[in-house]
T-cell receptor
Framework: EAGVAQSPRYKIIEKRQSVAFWCNPI?????LYWYQQILGQGPKLLIQ??????VDDSQLPKDRFSAERLKGVDSTLKIQPAKLEDSAVYLC???WGTGMISGNTIYFGEGSWLTVV | QKEVEQDPGPLSVPEGAIVSLNCTYSNSAFQYFMWYRQYSRKGPELLMYTYSSGNKEDGRFTAQVDKSSKYISLFIRDSQPSDSATYLC??????????FGKGTRLHILP
């Protein structure tokens, strides 16, 4: 079974530039997540989709970050304009459903590493 | 006080030793307790999860939850160099929002 695919793996941009990350979840997974992981920190949820609807975007800096999940499959996360503090790994993850009640397992991709200079 | 506290390490132990990794938390609403392993430049992968208090064993790994003390542990027996990674604890309540610890970097010395 193919895992969560992300691209690009690495990106270096200057502050105030824009960047976009793409994610293809595991086939059949209805729930898709974008996490931000700053070096030395645990992942922090930015946005959660259920099919193509947003479930939780409470921690997404909406003045500069946007995300979409067209047709309930692939997703794109965009940052515009980027700030130095956006340097982090952006992890995409997917799962069958939501919550741990049903033993739901979240599968992570390898991440997209962003450096803002 | 952060919701989830985890010592970042690094923790270095010799091969074959028993490893103990721990987290404390402040939110009594947490019901699900998870341990993720993250290798360098990879995404986290779920190792184990437990519901409420108690122990759970899976091969060389044992997870313990003490809700009265708000303290969880992961034990690794007969540690191997391949166990060298960052171990993240994570927790969620009925709202399904998962809160991760900072992770503990573990080095198993051959």
């Amino acid at each position: 079974e193919a895992g969560v695919a992300q691209s690009p793996r690495y990106k270096i941009i200057e502050k105030r530039q824009s960047v976009a990350f793409w994610c293809n979840p595991i086939s059949g997974h209805a729930t898709l997540y974008w996490y931000q992981q700053i070096l030395g920190q645990g992942p922090k949820l930015l946005i959660q989709f259920q099919n193509n609807g947003v479930v939780d975007d409470s921690q997404l800096p909406k003045d500069r970050f946007s995300a979409e999940r067209l047709k309930g499959v692939d997703s794109t996360l965009k940052i515009q304009p980027a700030k130095l503090e956006d340097s982090a790994v952006y992890l995409c993850a997917s799962s069958w459903g939501t919550g741990m009640i049903s033993g739901n397992t979240i599968y992570f991709g390898e991440g997209s590493w962003l450096t803002v200079v | 006080q952060k919701e989830v506290e985890q010592d970042p390490g690094p923790l270095s132990v010799p091969e074959g030793a028993i490893v103990s990794l721990n987290c404390t938390y402040s939110n009594s609403a947490f019901q699900y307790f998870m341990w993720y392993r993250q290798y360098s430049r990879k995404g986290p992968e779920l190792l184990m999860y437990t519901y409420s208090s108690g122990n759970k064993e899976d091969g060389r790994f044992t997870a313990q939850v003490d809700k009265s003390s708000k303290y969880i542990s992961l034990f690794i027996r007969d540690s191997q160099p391949s166990d060298s990674a960052t171990y993240l604890c994570a927790m969620s309540g009925l709202d399904d929002k998962i809160i991760f610890g900072k992770g503990t970097r573990l080095h198993i010395l051959p």
